[in-house]
């Protein structure tokens, strides 16, 4: 399709007329904003009510309500993605930052929507915000391939495919005996299943055969579910609890109703499949899962923050069990809200609740340790990813070892020299066995940091001089374990020990 041709007629005209689009884009270069400008009229052309700020607003026009009223009452909104762009959504930063808010809250409405359309016109996946990764995107980075690109995105908005749905032949075997058909695409279900088995099957099913659009539409079905059973579980559950063994049974119930969920997402990640690797949006789901009611007993209000603390716990430990430590990095620095709502984002190594402060625990650190080995046992399905408790704890502690050294890094950089009145704000956890005596701290170290490499890898990763972080490792650890006095309870032999740490290899 060129740019001054129609779409083919096999487009009909909407009823209400012409589709509205809105385009939301940064500011971030002359270039760009012509470029954005160009596609808003390439899609005026082809009978798209395309609508874009350049020519929508004047001097004194309110903007923060332009841009509200534009994706509230567009067709589509079309999301033109860029490495700037991913940065100023996911951080809440300028007008790309307001509009996300406006953007998430949609999607909350109704989860499934195929409202928001992606185009990524440079960088890579990332460039698409967290919120959208697991929507399917239009791809522009290639100026020589922008017609076939521009035909692509306006057949989708027009309703106009290249490819129509042949209809459903008769059954050729009514008349035959049972027989049972080899696995293949055709035979893979999507929908969701209350059996977690079950959705393991289904999912390595679609994995196996490469069927990424059925992954997505069980993913989609699965939040739906999901979310609709936690939903109903925080209205029963929403009430004194009499003992803490009732709180932490309800707690886990709620892990259970999570569960599909949360085994979709680590099966995406242990897939290595480009799309489906990076799953951090599901922190933001469980963070802001959509009608979770503000009112009630704290521990039900803040339970979406729990089921957020166990999934990052357990994604985190498997990367760093399966050795992609940068990918545990890039997890724990991932900024989600501080609370449903909140415009204020915390790094995952600087959120209190996500490292372990469970308000639904009473912010008792050693609890919420205890809750993601009590979920170990009784949830089978974390088998497929750690056969044995012993892995299980060590890949677990080895998380815990990242977020601390990922504090610690931020210490650096920041340039503060008084470790005293710094905010240590991942707790040294990877330590509760050691200081039990059921753990070892230089087999910790050694799962994340093999050798003297690693650690010079880790660093570049961090940003932060190795010289300087290998010098400051044993005073911080130090101070971690004083700071955290309450919950360790340390005796002087632990303090002792806390002196003589294995030094990094």
Known sequence: MSQDQDVPAAATEAPNGPPTVFISYT??????KRWAAQLAVDLRKNGINAEIDQWATTLGSELTLFMEQGITKADRVLLICTPTYAQKANEGQGGVG???LVITSEIAKQIATDKFVCALRAGDGDSVPIFARTRRYVD????????????????????APALVKPAIGPNPFLTESPIRIADGPALVSVSASANIEDVFARAEQLLRVNDLLGWKRLQQNTRRDVFASLLQWSTDADKRCESDEELFTRLKNACVRAAPLMLLGMLGIASEKDRLTDQRGLLFDFVEIPGWKGAGTVWVIESPQ?????????AGAMLTADGHRASALRLLHTKVPAEAG??????VYASPQLMGWVKSLDNHLAESWTLLFALWEEQSWLTHFFPDVERFKLALSGYSLLATLADMAAFIKSGKTEIDRYNHTAPPTF??????GKGSMTRIISSVLPDAEAVSELCRELGVEEAAFRSLWPSWIERSIARQ?????????????????????
């Not at 100026?143 to 995105?153: G, I, K, P």
């Not at 729990?306 to 716990?313: D, G, V």
């Open 98 to 100: 307001y509009e996300r």
């Open 306 to 314: 729990t089921l957020a603390f166990i999934y990052s716990h357990f």
């Open 485 to 505: 006095a309450s919950i360790f309870r340390p005796t002087s032999s632990l303090i002792a020990m806390s002196k003589n740490l294995p030094q990094l290899p």
């Open 431 to 436: 330590l509760m066995d050691v200081m039990r």
């Open 342 to 347: 909140s415009t204020f984002y915390q790094e």
């Open 27 to 32: 500011h971030e270069s002359p270039e760009h």
């Open 140 to 159: 522009f980075r290639d100026d020589s391939s922008y017609r076939t690109s521009l035909e692509e995105l306006a057949r989708d908005i027009l309703k």
